[in-house]
């Protein structure tokens, strides 16, 4: 995404007009970056104003470290996923973090109320809280993700809950959604491109006649910018989701402002009212 923006909005590195002939070597850079990450404790210490402060610790100006800032925030967009497994890896394994809440989605749970249950699959699974929660209530769940911490930690919650549930490493792009598998396929905050036809074509064929689709995520607010948020997309255009989804008979559609599940920020907790689109569509 833009402004190097990694999955939900997590690590934002600025970009900054850096001179070619000062660059250093591009590799290097992103070598001591990564091994800087992976040397952090917890999710709290990652940050690019936590790097800078590393950087001037090591001897840098403070115009050597924008330099080194802005070549990083260069190189962000093509490391995404790496970058993102990382950071979620170290979401998931902290304690008491406060990126997001714990509890299960409300608009899952709400959508989910006496229903039948069935098979399900959780797009995006990190730690597990909604699909220990389906789990609680009688559906066989599969998750997946790219945090492979993410997902002991989330097997490791569901045994604590006396719940459940199959979980699998994969990205959006190569997970096996299968044909006419699941009764309910959900996607809560998260990342993925659920605006692309190949990609529905996919998700759409792994849902059973008469399964369910959904979807639960903040968009970029289009009447003004956000701090932060890349430019809007033509994903988050009024009604984009139920016309991208049109193979599917829409049950509801929810395009409001409200408290979002992520809050992205660091201690103290800074609740934030996002633009949140929601959608429940049926497989005819």
Not at 19 to 26: G, K, N, R, V, Y
Not at 67 to 81: K, M
Not at 112 to 135: E, F, M, S
Request: with cysteine; proline share 7%; net charge positive.
């Amino acid at each position: 995404m833009k402004c190097a923006r990694v999955l939900r909005g997590v690590l934002v590195v600025s970009f900054l007009a850096v001179p070619a002939a000062q660059a250093p070597d591009d590799t290097k850079i992103w070598q001591e970056f990564v091994a800087w990450l992976n040397a952090q404790p917890d999710v709290n210490q990652i940050g690019p104003d936590r790097y800078k402060a590393k950087l001037l610790a090591d001897g840098m100006t403070p115009a050597q470290a924008d330099q080194r800032i802005a070549a990083l925030g260069r190189l962000t967009p093509q490391h995404r996923d790496e970058i993102g497994v990382i950071y979620f890896n170290k979401l998931y394994a902290t304690p008491g973090q406060t990126r997001f809440t714990p509890q299960p989605n409300a608009f899952l749970v709400e959508m989910t109320k006496g229903l039948k249950p069935g098979t399900a699959l959780d797009v995006g699974i990190g730690q597990g809280r909604n699909a220990i929660y389906l789990a609680s209530q009688g559906w066989d769940v599969t998750g997946y993700d790219v945090a492979e911490d993410g997902l002991k930690v989330a097997e490791q919650n569901a045994v604590k809950a006396g719940t459940s549930i199959k979980t699998v490493k994969a990205r959006f792009d190569d997970f096996d959604y299968g044909t006419e598998r699941w009764d309910l396929i959900y996607f809560v905050y998260v990342d993925a491109p659920i605006t692309d036809p190949a990609f529905i074509a996919k998700v759409s064929a792994g849902l059973k006649k008469g399964g369910l689709l959904l979807i639960d995520r903040p968009f970029h607010p289009l009447d003004k910018p956000q701090p932060g948020w890349p430019p809007p997309t033509d994903q988050d255009k009024v009604n984009a989701l139920p016309k991208a989804w049109s193979n599917l008979q829409l049950v509801r559609y929810d395009d409001t402002f409200g408290i979002a599940d992520w809050q992205q920020t660091r201690e103290p907790r800074e609740v934030q009212t996002l633009r949140l689109v929601k959608m429940l569509a049926r497989k005819w």
